[in-house]
């Protein structure tokens, strides 16, 4: 995604989901209902940065749905990390069938996701209300984390769920390069750096592979 196209405004975000993804008159009404409920919820609780509202469908919906695209093909469970108000979760799960385990500690977040899930027919989403430390372990195709923890701490945690084929998906902000160069060698060789779709600035660790168990912990 060297050359991603970069999308600057709401218009261009929903053409490229279009080009993208191709999404039935259902999922679209459900893309729809989902940012509704967004912005809904946000009046409540604090989900989202409210100067981000305007740009909802770049910011949030396709810088999303950009992780699907990284991961083509994929048919096994998909982890969401720290997953908040669904991003990208529920957007993941909106544009396709993949069996999603959203993680989330906080139980008023968790409430808002359970609502979404039930009112859009997500019967392949599960929330799980916990921290990832009292999460059942169990085989991840892909972990995605938005906006989890720094990202040796975020690998540490999650490291149980990888098998040798699980893909990983972490959006870094401007920091991709230089938190990734702070992993145990190991942990560094599993990555690379794709450019974010919806930032200039922004970059997505995009790896495969288990992390290797005797380098957990390890600087």
């Known amino acids: 995604m060297a050359d991603a196209e970069l999308l600057h405004d709401e218009g261009a975000a ?28 946000n009046d409540r609780q604090n989900l989202i940065a409210a100067s981000t509202i305007p740009t909802l469908w770049v910011r949030h919906i396709a810088d999303s749905a950009q992780l699907l695209t990284l ?39 968790c409430d808002f996701l359970r609502a979404v899930v039930t009112e859009l027919g997500l019967d392949h989403v599960e929330v799980a209300e916990a921290p990832l430390e009292r999460v059942a372990t169990r085989p991840a195709e892909t972990i995605s984390a938005r906006a989890f923890a720094p990202l040796d701490r975020l690998i540490d945690l999650s490291a149980r769920f990888s098998t040798e084929s699980t893909h990983w998906l972490l ?16 942990w560094q060789n599993l990555f690379h750096v794709e450019q974010s779709r919806t ?15 005797k380098q957990r912990g390890k600087a």
């Open 14 to 41: 929903r053409d490229w989901l279009d080009r993208a993804f191709a999404p039935t008159a259902e999922q679209w009404a459900r893309l729809e209902r989902f940012a509704a409920l967004l912005v809904a919820e």
């Open 71 to 109: 991961d083509r093909g994929g048919q096994g469970l998909w982890i969401d990390l720290g997953s908040g108000p669904g991003l990208p979760g529920l957007v993941v799960a909106i544009l396709s069938e993949r069996p999603m385990l959203l993680v989330e500690s906080r139980r008023r977040r």
């Open 171 to 186: 959006p870094k902000g401007r920091n991709a390069v230089k938190e990734l160069a702070l992993l145990p060698q190991p």
């Open 199 to 213: 930032d200039a600035d922004s970059q997505i660790l995009v790896g495969v592979g288990k992390i290797p168990a």
